[in-house]
């Protein structure tokens, strides 16, 4: 639907699909069809470029201009084009919200993609579960050029409803929210202030939390997005080390409380700590950042194993992580050399 207020057009939307934007030529042209073509058309899409500088926007540009569906939504007034220098993933992301109109919002990154049913499975989500603010999908995690199905711990007849979302996400250790693969109320997203600007990892899971801790959240159990992997690993935010401060894992003092009150978001949360903290605990710059919040973990509910490896000591640790290293590249050298010679 639109309407002319003071000359400006203004589109009335179900959806605002937000796409950030930073680098991503090879992959964006597929992302954003991944959009065009959903079997439901009640949506307007806005990309944010953060300041690219290998040509991403203007291949943007350049298919505003020559695909159909693109020119088309473009005339509508339901695609927008914003370029800021760049400042980050949560600021585009915050900055699209900001100027788009739908009652739900979705995110999807330059390199991920949906299903043609993606949106289609959102709008049935939001009719049927009216109380929740936020909805998830299942996702294939797409790596080595393959998609892979993930466990996320559900009964096998669960189709879609509400989940305990600490709980559900502890006993899988997959995110049943995945920013690809949800859809969030614009009220509830505007009350939590959005994603957060100074964290470079976890920002996500920053927003996440705080929505399933305030709100009902809902699960489809159908694989309708894709979570690309095949990056180069200088790209990936994920196994790399942050400064702490920049981390999510040292920004959740405000939710301290819950540890005493929620026994499903402590169980989540310990889980995280020493799973995500492990690499930290190695490095001898961030060793004792890492011992400052391992002391908060409730040690006697954790598996032998996380106990066994955290008493082992920390000099023989480090060499068996140096050979995981070594291994995994060489895997990744091997997995190149069969592609090329495909």
Known sequence: MCKLAGGIKIVFVRFSVIVPLYNKAPYVARTLQSVLYQTYDDYELIVVDDGSTDGSCEAVEKMTLDNPKMRNLHDSG???????????????????????????????????????????????????????????????????????????????????????????YADSMQMPLWTGAVAVRR??????????????????FYLWIQLALNYKVVFLNENLSYYFQDVPVEKRAVGKLHNPQTHMLWNLSFLEGCEYTNPDYKYLI?????????????????????????KKVDWSLQPLSIRLQYKTPISVLRMLHRMRLVASNVKQWIIKKKKRNL
């Open 187 to 204: 009220v509830a997203f505007l009350d939590l202030k959005g994603f957060p600007v100074n964290l470079t990892l976890g920002e996500d």
């Open 270 to 294: 310990d889980k995280l700590r020493v799973t995500g903290l492990f690499l930290y605990y190695l490095d001898k710059q961030y060793h004792e950042a890492a011992l400052q919040e391992l």
């Open 78 to 168: 339901r695609f927008k084009l914003i370029k800021q220098v760049n400042s980050g993933v949560s600021t585009a992301r915050n900055n699209g919200v900001k100027m788009s109109c739908g009652d739900y919002l979705c995110f999807l990154d330059a390199d991920d993609w949906w299903a043609d049913g993606f949106l289609a499975a959102m709008d049935k989500l939001v009719v049927e579960y009216p109380e929740a603010a936020a909805f998830g999908t299942a996702y294939y995690y797409y790596k080595n050029g393959f998609p892979r199905e993930l466990d996320f711990g559900l009964q096998k007849d669960f189709k879609s409803g509400y989940i305990n979302y600490c709980r559900q």
